[in-house]
């Protein structure tokens, strides 16, 4: 990959924060936009801004086109059998509820069991919490290895006749540590159970094939894409969405509205109420294009080497621990021995480089993990080994500074 000519697509990394070049390492929270991106969105509303489906007019024709076209887009992105399984909506987060709240109210039934991992995001847990109080179901959790990875045997042994739903990341947001779907979603479907999948931090950098997968549902957002913000995509397993309420009501979704009952759209159009978030979608089309030009499968490999020369250029600097296996993606968390990561973060923006500290929203991997909060670098196809040895060289400032401020 030319990742020079590739950073020079974004136009925010052309810049400096705070007298330096910026390095910009917090793609898991959001990515940057390259510029045919933003030019899709540009071009909507200054050429043809309209609304989709209703109007016959020029201006709402073009917007439909573009709008449905972007979701065959998506469809043949992570080859779905039918654009009619593709629901736009604002993200990930809103996907799971619509799982959630719909299928699972409508399947779960007191001593029911949902399976999940402690790792999970919080927008994979909450939802699921919810359901089961609604319900009566209970949670069960996959023991974890020691260094985070979720196993196929450790799978199985958590789930039995009693589980309705099995929901897991297929990527950790924290540790970079990639799920065995395929072979989870086998164990669920031996079991009765179907699958919902948090597809966040995994969509944006691999190839995903849900046909493969055998997934049930999938959930990812366009915004950690290279696409804009308040976009996502629920996919979903045709049979069982059109046996789904919606969860939003009013127009757009409606087929036939009468004064005391009505009737909805086919799927997906039943989940998409209101006005839909037209540019959105639009520019999520845009940003495919530019993943497709370039290559998943080219992106992925970037971004474990970029892991792997990270985990070895972390290592070295005393005094940091790396949390997570050695085989990841492109994430990479850690914390700085007696340094909050808070200070750290700080210290590493004054000199222009991005990385998030917190509990990543995830706060029982935080309690496994034995921490209150941690530091996390996340490269993506725009990063380089130079960005990766400007984190190192920060870290071993961040120290020398610290170091003198507590001598």
């Excluded at 069991?113 to 949670?139: C, D, F, M």
Aim: hydrophobic fraction near 40%; charged fraction near 20%; proline fraction near 3%.
């Amino acid at each position: 990959m030319d990742v020079k000519a590739i950073r020079e697509q974004f136009p925010i990394l052309q810049q400096e924060v705070n007298g330096s070049p910026l390095v910009y390492l917090d793609s898991a929270a959001t990515s940057q936009k390259p510029l045919q991106v933003i030019e899709a969105v540009n071009d909507y509303y200054r050429r043809y801004n309209s609304n989709v489906h209703r109007g016959v007019h020029t201006l709402g024709s073009m917007a439909t086109d573009e709008y449905e076209g972007a979701r065959e887009k998506v469809r043949a992105f992570i080859n779905a059998p039918s654009s009619q399984q593709i629901i736009f909506n604002r993200g990930t987060t809103v996907g799971i509820n619509t799982v959630a709240s719909s299928y699972g109210d409508a399947h779960l039934q007191e001593g029911d069991e949902i399976v999940l991992t402690e790792k999970e995001h919080h927008s994979n847990l909450i939802p699921w919490q919810q359901a089961a109080k609604r319900n009566g179901a209970h949670l069960r959790y996959v023991e974890l290895e020691a260094d985070g990875t979720v196993t196929a045997e450790n799978v199985r042994k958590a789930v039995s006749e009693k589980t309705k739903i099995v929901a897991v990341s297929h990527v950790s947001n924290v540790l970079g540590t990639v799920d065995p779907i395929k072979d989870i979603a086998a164990i669920a479907h031996e079991h009765g159970a179907i699958i919902v999948v948090d597809g966040a931090q995994s969509v944006p950098h691999m190839t995903v094939d849900v046909q493969d997968l055998d997934v049930d549902f999938y959930a990812f957002s366009g915004h950690k894409m290279g696409g804009p913000t308040g976009i996502g995509v629920l996919y979903g397993r045709k049979s069982l969405l059109e046996n789904m309420e919606p969860v939003e009501f009013g127009g757009e979704m409606i087929d036939f509205v009468g004064l005391y009952d009505s009737t909805w759209k086919e799927t997906p159009w039943k989940f998409e109420g209101g006005t839909p978030i037209i540019a959105g979608a639009i520019g999520l089309g845009a940003a495919i294009d530019f993943l497709k030009e370039i290559g998943l499968d080219d992106i992925a490999a970037h971004e474990k080497e970029l892991g792997q020369y990270a985990l070895k250029q972390l290592s070295a600097v005393d005094g940091l621990e790396v949390y997570g296996p050695k085989e990841r993606t492109g994430i990479m968390t850690f914390n700085v021995q007696d340094v909050h990561p808070h200070d750290v973060a700080t210290v590493l923006d004054a000199e222009g480089i991005a990385v998030r500290a917190g509990h990543h929203c995830a706060q029982p991997l935080m309690k496994w993990l034995d921490v209150a909060s941690t530091a996390r670098a996340s490269f993506y196809l725009y990063n380089s080994t130079e960005d990766i040895d400007a984190l190192a060289e920060g870290l071993i400032r961040v120290k020398e500074y610290f170091g003198d401020v507590f001598a």
